[in-house]
């Protein structure tokens, strides 16, 4: 297995609080990699440090082999990084369609080949409604697909989901895993932070646990979830590991 991704002693400090402390950890090409961890544990900012969002205080990133530390998130994405965002982000008064265009024309491609890509970006993630829909008619799922379309229509090599599947209803979250299963299957490694156990325990194939900013266990998922710190770190939480 080759690593896609690696952190090594990864850092990031707000003013007294470190939000991430020391993070080392590997993501191997073609897997699904989850990341839990308590409401403030340090999951976003992780995400943060790794896109170039924040630059890290301490630490180092590789990605694709190459050293990437603190470099800008644009940069990043051209070089096959993308994400979706906690809080769905999109243009409101654009439609789906120009939305995903946005991110299709990123990459300096021709305004066609641009136009055709987010058309099937759409396709693929299965896209409820019709594409000249305004964003700001979507609904929750409808938005989350857009989200996912958004991001792929970069090409990238690498997508980081930041709780996509929160506010779903169960039958949604059955949909939103079988189309995290088909980008995987698709050839892109994704990382996946969730607090939803069902979808963590069914999408990953190895998860990391994250509290108070340093990871305290990983390996694969089945191994993680039996391990003692891990069912301690969640006490008091809504988890049942
Ligand atoms: N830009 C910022 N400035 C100062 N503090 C921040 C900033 N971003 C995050 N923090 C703090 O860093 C800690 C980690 O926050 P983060 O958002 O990474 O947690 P999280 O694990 O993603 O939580 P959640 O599950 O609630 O999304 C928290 O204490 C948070 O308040
Ligand atoms: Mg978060």
């Known amino acids: 297995m080759t690593a896609i991704l690696e952190t090594t002693g990864l850092t990031k400090i707000f003013g007294g609080l470190t ?12 897997e699904i990699f989850g990341i839990i961890g308590p409401n403030g544990a340090g999951k976003t900012t992780f995400l943060n440090a790794i896109a170039g969002t924040y630059k890290p205080d301490g630490g180092r990133v590789h990605f694709l082999g190459r050293d990437t530390t603190g470099i800008s998130p644009d940069k990043m994405c051209r070089m096959g990084m993308a994400r979706t965002f906690q809080i769905s ?5 654009m439609t789906a369609l120009e939305n995903v265009l946005v991110s299709a024309t990123f990459g300096h491609r021709g305004e066609h080949h641009a136009h055709d890509l987010a058309l099937q970006m759409l ?10 829909t305004p964003a700001r008619n979507l609904n929750t799922v409808q938005l989350k697909r857009l989200d996912l379309a958004r ?7 690498l997508l980081l989901l930041d709780e996509l599947a929160a506010g779903l209803t169960t039958g949604e979250l059955g949909d939103l895993m079988t189309i995290i299963r088909k980008i995987r299957d698709s050839g892109v490694t994704i990382i996946l932070i969730e607090h939803i156990m069902r ?6 194939d190895r998860i990391a646990v994250i509290y108070y900013g340093a990871k305290i266990a990983d390996g694969p998922t089945m191994e993680v979830a039996q391990d003692p710190r891990v069912a301690e770190a969640y ?3 809504e988890y049942d590991l």
């Open 235 to 237: 006490l008091g939480e």
């Open 89 to 93: 982000q999109p243009f409101p008064k």
């Open 199 to 204: 979808v963590i325990m069914g999408l990953s």
């Open 19 to 30: 939000a991430v402390d020391n993070v080392t950890l590997s993501v191997q090409q073609g």
């Open 151 to 157: 991001a792929l229509a970069s090409k990238p090599r």
């Open 123 to 132: 396709d693929f993630v299965e896209f409820p409604m019709p594409v000249d």
